[in-house]
């Protein structure tokens, strides 16, 4: 009753007259004032927050100083009073539409002084429910409006880091996770925050609160914990290396049921495979698995821990149940320096059982994990069930995929060690195999189009480019390559990549004889399927524009592949020649059509390439050759490649994505951006390039263009001195190869020092020791010889005194008249004798 009658008054006024509500805040405000009793401010502090609602400029305006005097003065004391003041500032300071200038005013009087947010920091320290629960709520919307200055403040506070790892430990799970989104806000872009509050235990408490929640399954709660420790762990090296150094890095191997002392022979438990999975657990997960890649990729990984870790995104990409987005973010994180042994690691991929609604698994064959990332680049996931339905998710999988090969095959010996594999058997078997890379590329196109063939066999021109690239050797090996479409297919268990565990490559083989009955070689069969796909092309119903899309999406797979084939390749290029290739590429450039720029472009673009390397001898030479070019006209095919160059669909791809989004008919044209707010599991996506041949086109496309120019009877040191020779590339390989080596080495060497400094400095800290404890001995040993000679000293003076008082007796004895016997005289003289 006590407190409405107060209120009452105040309100009312002494004369009961109506007051205005800026009378009202006025006479609150000055009941705000030390001088009055606690009570009195408590009830003006309670008509103030009811009136903050409303009036939020003029409690601002009048009332905000006594409230600050009130927080450092009486929160600490009185609980209620505390409460009251601590939500009427948050009122205050918390944004809205209508009043963000205003709230933006108040929190820079509220942080005008740094006393005040040390005391909120003080309050952290009392166990009362409200007060903490209060003065997180403030802290978050002070760090919300002026994060940097309250950042500042806190490394500043005496105990700032203290309360906040202590009220991360309340049992009240309100406290908890409102102390988690303020310290998510805390940390945000301020490394030294980091550093202190993960030197404070932080780490450890983060991962309690996850435990707690139920790891994975858990909740929010989790997944914002979680954000906390990626927030102290990311672009913060010394957090990392501190994190290392604890036990934490199992439990994140643990926390997806992964063991954590994983051997690379060892089999992977089913629970870690097979599992049930929701959107807030796959969110959970994904956080896991981005801290797992940010330490992999950062220096001071030790080898145990960043071979568990890559096997375990490996798991998770190749042989698990995991969401589609959950694999794609694994492959991605592998390191762009791959050193995994993917050909030697085996795992064992699942594959649904139709229509059990992913509540029934099959256990396929164990392969090796290099089989199933080729598997899962050429069909997708699951060896392409769902392959009809070209998903955003599921393409973009398979390009990360197709990254991870690349990251793979970047050695030269893997590379020639890859295409050994494909080469025709020395010895006849009874049942030969061909791999799965090269029979989805040597696929012949046939109609009607059956899509998942078309999206097969441009992920198989692309997984072959990589195998080609910057090397002439490769080149040289896939040219004696003679696939026969009869033979089936090997699965991924049959291993059809040999690559050798010392990275060696096998002798090449020697290729069949030819006669009349064997097989054409790559180049004649590419060719051969392009010029299919172009009259295939030609007879499709105007009407149907997906099927004329797809046909041209095909196209465009074999042609990337020849380009980067036949470049710097005169025995590619002849044989292309001579397969009757040229006749394909004229009639594309010489269309002018709207909307056709890709195949024009590209036919324009591996014209170019022909002329410009065909240097050895043959039917076709570069005098056949630059007429067509004279009669298309130079600045006619040249303006095909400027056209493609300026095309969304090449433009749109980058690094990161190449991946676009198909586009809706009659729409804008594709990009890698479009439909952003649409769910991407819903998202039909198509491909066109990778990031390797947009590279590779705007590295090269001016030096085609200078070389249609040349004179076709120009030396071939002229020619091709617009751009880099053959010698040069194949000089540049080489070098980035010694190169790539040598800093292996260097790791190796780094990693070795590092062991040896480490015992050696486990030696020295014993050898210290021993020389401390010798030293302390030694010291002692003088210290009781001083004690002893000072021993010594004390005794000679001792008795030197006894025989000056012995001969002053003797002396006085003979002055009185006494006799002295003849033995004390003796020794007497025995004495002086001695003296002297």
């Known amino acids: 009753m006590d407190f409405f ?270 599992q049930f999975w929701d959107q807030q657990k796959a969110a959970n997960v994904s956080l896991i698995i981005g801290i797992m890649g940010m330490l992999v990729g950062s220096k001071g990984s030790s080898n145990q821990e960043t071979t568990v870790f890559v096997r375990c995104l490996v798991e998770v990409a190749l042989a698990s149940n995991a969401p589609t987005p959950l694999k794609t973010q694994a492959l991605r994180l592998l390191p762009s320096n791959l050193t995994f042994p993917l050909s030697n690691v085996v795992v064992t991929p699942f594959m649904p059982v139709p229509e059990t609604n992913g509540e029934e698994w099959d256990r396929l064959e164990p392969a090796s994990a290099l089989d199933v990332l080729v598997e899962l680049a050429l069909h997708g996931e699951y060896n392409g069930l769902h392959g009809d339905r070209q998903s955003k998710d599921g393409l973009e999988l398979r390009g990360a995929a197709l990254n991870v090969f690349d990251n793979f095959v970047r050695k030269e010996e893997i590379k020639q060690a890859i295409i050994q594999g494909m080469l025709p058997q020395e010895v006849p078997t009874e049942t030969p195999m061909i791999s799965p890379l090269l029979y989805a590329l040597c696929l012949p196109p046939m109609s009607p189009l059956n899509i998942a063939n078309v999206t097969t066999t441009h992920f198989a021109t692309l997984l072959f480019t990589r195998l080609l690239s910057s090397s002439s050797r490769c080149k040289t090996l896939a040219r004696s390559i003679k696939p026969s479409p009869s033979l089936p297919a090997s699965t991924p268990s049959q291993g059809h990549f040999f690559v050798p565990a010392d990275g060696g490559a096998p002798p090449p083989s020697s290729p069949e004889p030819d006669d009349e009955d064997a097989p054409q070689s790559l180049i004649p069969l590419l060719s051969e399927n392009l010029s299919l796909c172009f009259l295939s092309k030609s007879r499709v119903d105007p009407a149907n524009e997906n099927e004329a899309r797809e046909w041209e999406r095909l196209i465009v797979g074999y042609l990337c592949l020849l380009v980067q084939w036949l470049w710097e390749d005169p025995k590619a290029v002849r044989e292309y020649l001579e397969a009757g290739g040229l006749g394909v590429l004229v009639e594309p450039i010489n269309q002018t059509a709207e909307g056709e720029s890709l195949i024009p472009g ?175 001995s030694l010291q002692d040993s003088e210290d009781k010889k001083k004690d002893v000679e000072k021993e010594q000293e004390d005794l000679l003076v001792l008795l030197d005194d006894m025989n000056t008082k012995r001969r002053r007796d003797k002396e006085r004895m003979r002055e009185a008249g006494l006799e002295v016997s003849e033995d004390e005289e003796d020794e007497d003289i025995d004495e002086d004798e001695d003296e002297e």
């Open 5 to 274: 009658s107060q209120t009452y008054i105040a309100l009312r006024g002494p004369t009961g007259a109506p007051q205005s509500a800026t009378d009202t805040i006025s006479k609150l405000s000055d009941r705000l004032s030390p001088s009055t009793l606690l009570a009195d401010r408590r009830a003006a502090v309670l008509s103030l927050k009811g009136l903050t609602r409303d009036c939020k400029a003029e409690v601002g305006d009048r009332a905000l100083p006594g409230l600050i005097h009130v927080l450092q003065n009486d929160a600490e004391i009185d609980a209620d009073i505390g409460k009251a003041v601590l939500e009427t500032l948050h009122h205050l300071c918390e944004v809205d539409e209508a009043s963000k200038e205003l709230s933006l005013k108040h929190t820079d009087y509220i942080l005008a002084n740094e006393q005040v947010t040390h005391t909120l920091f003080t309050l952290l320290g009392d166990s009362h429910f409200y007060i903490r629960y209060a003065t997180l709520q403030l802290l978050s919307t002070l760090l919300q409006n002026r994060r940097f200055v309250v950042q500042g403040y806190f490394l500043k506070a005496p105990n700032g880091a203290p309360s906040i790892v202590s009220v991360m430990e309340d049992k009240r799970e309100i406290i908890r996770n409102e102390t988690i989104i303020m310290i998510q806000l805390l940390i945000s872009q301020s490394p030294d925050i980091q550093k202190v509050l993960a030197f404070e235990g932080a780490f450890e408490k983060l991962f309690n609160t996850v435990t707690q929640e139920g790891g994975v399954e858990g909740g929010v709660i989790s997944y914002d914990a979680l954000r906390c420790v990626d927030g102290l762990l990311r672009f913060n090296s010394s957090n990392q290396s501190y994190f290392r150094e604890t036990s934490l890095p199992a439990l994140l191997c643990s926390l997806l049921l992964f063991p954590p002392n994983q051997q690379l022979q060892d089999s992977v438990p089913q629970d870690f495979s097979l």
């Open 602 to 776: 590209l036919c324009a673009f591996l014209l170019g390439v022909c002329y410009e390397f065909n240097r050895e001898p043959g039917e076709i030479t570069r005098s056949t050759i630059h007429p067509i070019i004279t009669r298309l006209g130079v600045d006619a095919v040249i303006g095909q490649m400027t056209r493609f160059r300026e095309d969304d669909r090449f433009k749109s791809i980058t690094p990161e994505s190449i991946i676009l989004s198909c586009p809706t008919p009659g729409g804008p044209p594709p990009s890698a951006n479009q439909n952003q707010n649409q769910n991407p599991a819903e998202q039909e996506g198509e491909l066109w390039f990778d990031w390797a041949f947009v590279d590779f086109w705007k590295s090269n496309h001016y030096t085609v263009q200078r070389g249609l120019s040349t004179d076709p009877n120009a030396s071939s040191s002229s020619s091709s001195s617009s751009g880099p020779s053959a010698e040069s590339a194949m000089l540049i390989s080489s070098l980035r190869d010694v190169i790539r080596t040598q800093a292996q080495e260097l790791d190796t060497l780094q990693a070795k020092l590092k062991e040896l400094s480490t015992s050696s400095a486990s030696q020295i800290k014993d050898l210290e020791t021993h020389v401390a404890d010798l030293v302390s």
